[in-house]
Structures are given as structure tokens and as C-alpha cells.
């Protein structure tokens, strides 16, 4: 049982469509990450909420656009992908300056086709 | 300089063997470090917090130098269950940022 999850788990997308992942998490956390993790490969950080403040955005191209409604919700926006954007994204959540650790999400496997 | 550096491994031991990981960071402004274990095709979940005077969970013990800026997690008597990637994760004080490491892959075998 995890206090954030992420839907859908399994995603196939074609390099025209449009989709969103989604996060929620429920642990009263005030900070929210999107990773992403391609095979064989480590995390990469791609996005940081800070109090719903995006404050880093790790020279992530523009055809993924993430979305902070409030301080439980986080989407990431997909569009126009690339076959090599195929992996494992995850979402994570943490407590700002209570410098504990970070909770994850069991991930959205996608695929682009 | 990665900020956080790993051996990515493979490490290959039996059951019942004892072995060691190694962790480096270059932000000495590091308050708060963890190792994180991944299963295959999972989320990474934490294992255990590491405590500057070290702390032991069962098997596990974690060791902190931050002189020397390195922390360690040492596994004793090794399972089959043990087979996974170990992530060094380390929270800058300044930037209050999780900064992770590549991973260490561990296979124990019987």
C-alpha cells in the first residue's frame, strides 16, 4: 500500500497523441517530483513543486509539460513524444524542510510507438 | 563531478557473504542521506535512514563519514532476497533537494 499513486500504470502512445499521467499523493507532503527512469539507466529528475511552485525544471523538452493544481496533485502532459521517451515514470513526494525522504509513486510505464 | 556517486556493480555473491557499498558526495552541505532499494521494474523504496553516529536494521548497517564524505551500507549474511538496486540518496541542506545516485545492482546467487 503506498501513500502516492499514479495512474494509468501501463501507457502505449503513438508520436501524435496527447496524454497526461497523473499523481496523487496522501500524505500531506508539500513537495512533488516527476522522475524518469529509462532502461538500464538512473533516475533522472525532471520536475520539482515546491508548495505548488514549480522550482526546477531539469532541461526537460517542452513536449512534456507538468501541472501542479494544489499540493496532492501533479499531472505531466505528453505530447508529440519520441520513441527514445519510452520509460518509467515516476512520481514522488516529500515534506520541505523536514529533511526526510521521499515516498514514490509504482510508476507509469510508457511506451511511444 | 556527479554530486553523487555510486559503483553501479554488478556485485555477484553467494548466500550467507557479507558485502559492502560505497557511496560519495561532493555537496559538503549535506544534512540528511538514505539508501534506497529498487526491485526490477518497481519504485524505488527506502531501506533505511542513515544516522551520523550509524545505525543497524537486522543485517543492515549504515555508516556515515562526513569527513570523508562517503556513507557505506553493509549487508551481513546475504539472501537470495536481498537481489536488487541499492540507491544512495543524499538531501542538500542548501537547495533542499533528494539528489540520487546511479545505483548499485546486487545479485546473490545460491
Known amino acids: 500500500e503506498t501513500g502516492v499513486t499514479q495512474t494509468p500504470r501501463h501507457l502505449v502512445m503513438g508520436m501524435t497523441n496527447k496524454k497526461s499521467l497523473k499523481c496523487e499523493q496522501h500524505?500531506?507532503?508539500?513537495?512533488m517530483y516527476w522522475y524518469k527512469q529509462s532502461a538500464k539507466k538512473p533516475l533522472e529528475l525532471m520536475f520539482v513543486?515546491?508548495?505548488?511552485?514549480?522550482?526546477e525544471n531539469n532541461s526537460v523538452p517542452s513536449r512534456f509539460s507538468p501541472e501542479c493544481p494544489n499540493s496532492s496533485h501533479l499531472f505531466l502532459h505528453l505530447h508529440t513524444l519520441q520513441p527514445e521517451d519510452s520509460a518509467l515514470y515516476l512520481c514522488a513526494s516529500s515534506q520541505v524542510g523536514a529533511r526526510t525522504e521521499a515516498f514514490f509513486g509504482q510508476g507509469t510505464r510508457l511506451t511511444v510507438v | 563531478r556527479k554530486e553523487v556517486e555510486q559503483d553501479p556493480g554488478p556485485f555477484n555473491v553467494p548466500e550467507g557473504a557479507t558485502v559492502a557499498f560505497n557511496c560519495t558526495y561532493s555537496?559538503?552541505?549535506?544534512?540528511?542521506f538514505f539508501w534506497y532499494r529498487q526491485d526490477c521494474r518497481k519504485e524505488p523504496k527506502l531501506l533505511m535512514s542513515?544516522?551520523?553516529s550509524g545505525n543497524e536494521d537486522g543485517r543492515f548497517t549504515a555508516q556515515l563519514n562526513r569527513a570523508s564524505q562517503y556513507i557505506s551500507l553493509l549487508i551481513r549474511d546475504s539472501k537470495l532476497s536481498d537481489s536488487a538496486t541499492y540507491l544512495c540518496?543524499?538531501?542538500?541542506?542548501?537547495?533542499?533537494?533528494?539528489?540520487f545516485g546511479t545505483g548499485t545492482r546486487l545479485q546473490v546467487f545460491p
Open positions: 500524505l500531506g507532503h508539500n513537495a
Open positions: 513543486y515546491n508548495f505548488k511552485e514549480q522550482t
Open positions: 542513515v544516522y551520523s
Open positions: 540518496v543524499v538531501n542538500e541542506w542548501d537547495t533542499d533537494k533528494l539528489i
Open positions: 555537496n559538503s552541505a549535506s544534512q540528511s
